[in-house]
């Protein structure tokens, strides 16, 4: 559904690390928006290079899942469920310097006050996309109203893009126009990888990222003071 796309001048670019909802939010945003475009870090350093005048949205996602969805896609892709059979701390600690990396970057992003990103919590619209048009609403000013969040709903509802990965073997594989990888949601609720891992691993993780949760855990407590 393409319809009445707002012609925005300065490019909106969808930013985050991978597997924290970004495709979601993409796929809401170019249903609403005319000038939209998806980056990860390449991307974004491109468009600072080239000064190109932009607005910044961003998704976040509590990072013990974070990092186990990433996890689940560079190792398990061709086969989801053998993750819960042989992932172990020993797998997860040759990722954690990858994710560390990509938080710092998205934190930079997050506190620069130049940018002054939209930030929308996964944990919250996972299930919710009102949580998201409330948002863009009072970001850019616009009005959704209920027939088309209704309709955009159903576009980006986890059952429409699990008949769409349906459709495709493996991770390396992609529908273009949805942005949906085969094998590209299989845990999406929140805590739903807790299960991958034994307690004592899952326990020594968020050890090992006490810092990111933390940052975040206050990041979205002094979000909930503004709004």
Request: net charge positive.
């Amino acid at each position: 559904m393409k319809k009445d796309l707002i012609q925005n001048e300065k490019k909106i670019v969808q930013f985050s690390i991978g597997r924290s909802g970004s495709t979601l939010a993409w796929q809401i945003l170019r249903q609403i928006f005319a000038n939209v475009s998806k980056a990860h870090e390449k991307e974004m350093r491109e468009d600072f290079n080239n000064k190109v005048a932009f607005s910044l949205v961003v998704t976040q996602r509590e990072p013990c899942d974070n990092l186990l969805s990433i996890i689940k896609v560079r190792r398990y892709s061709n086969n989801p469920a053998s993750m819960e059979e042989s992932l172990d701390k020993h797998v997860v600690s040759n990722y954690l310097g990858i994710y560390k990396r990509k938080e710092e970057i998205l934190r930079r992003y997050c506190e620069d006050a130049q940018l002054s990103p939209l930030v929308l919590k996964y944990e919250e619209f996972i299930d919710n996309y009102d949580y998201i048009f409330d948002r863009l609403e009072k970001y850019y000013s616009i009005e959704i109203d209920r027939k088309r969040r209704q309709e955009m709903s159903e576009v980006v509802s986890i059952k429409n893009n699990k008949k769409i990965q349906e459709q495709y073997s493996c991770f390396s594989q992609v529908c273009n126009d949805s942005g949906i990888h085969g094998n590209h949601i299989n845990f999406p609720y929140p805590g739903d990888y807790e299960k991958t891992l034994k307690k004592i691993d899952f326990d020594w993780l968020r050890e090992q990222l006490d810092y990111e949760i933390n940052y975040w855990k206050d990041y979205w407590k002094k979000a909930r003071k503004i709004v």
